[in-house]
Nanobody
Framework: QVQFVELGGGLVQAGGSLRLSCTAS????????IGWYRQAPGKQRELVAT???????SYADSVKGRFTCSRDNANYTVYLQMTSLKPEDTAVYYC????????????WGQGTQVTVSS
C-alpha cells in the first residue's frame, strides 16, 4: 500500500502563493508519474497537474500559467508551486501516482487544505 503525505496548505489571500509538497512511499519513485488532484466541497475530484518520469509537466486549463509542478526524486517528493491564487482554487489537494499505461492508485493521503480568500 502506497502512503502519500501532502503538506503546505493554508489560508491565503487572492493573488497569493503557496507551495505544496507530496511525499510518497514508492520504492521506485522515479518510475512513477505523479498527479495533483483537488476536491472542493460537494464537487468531484479533478486532476490539476501531472509530472512525468522525465520531469515533463501538464496542467489543467484552470491552473495553467499559475501552477508549476516539480519533483525531487532523491527525497521522494513532488512539489506544486501555486501562484496568483484565486478563490476558486479553494479545495483539498491530493497527490497520486501511476506508471505508464497503468491506472492511478486507489489509495489517497489525507490531503492538504488550501483556502483562498477573496
Amino acid at each position: 500500500q502506497v502512503q502519500f503525505v501532502e503538506l503546505g496548505g493554508g489560508l491565503v489571500q487572492a493573488g497569493g502563493s503557496l507551495r505544496l509538497s507530496c511525499t510518497a512511499s514508492l520504492s521506485t519513485f522515479n518510475t512513477y508519474i505523479i498527479g495533483w488532484y483537488r476536491q472542493a466541497p460537494g464537487k468531484q475530484r479533478e486532476l490539476v497537474a501531472t509530472i512525468g518520469t522525465g520531469g515533463g509537466t501538464s496542467y489543467a486549463d484552470s491552473v495553467k500559467g499559475r501552477f508549476t509542478c516539480s519533483r525531487d526524486n532523491a527525497n521522494y517528493t513532488v512539489y506544486l508551486q501555486m501562484t496568483s491564487l484565486k478563490p476558486e482554487d479553494t479545495a483539498v489537494y491530493y497527490c497520486n501516482a501511476k506508471r505508464i499505461l497503468r491506472n492511478w492508485g486507489d489509495y489517497w493521503g489525507q490531503g492538504t487544505q488550501v483556502t483562498v480568500s477573496s
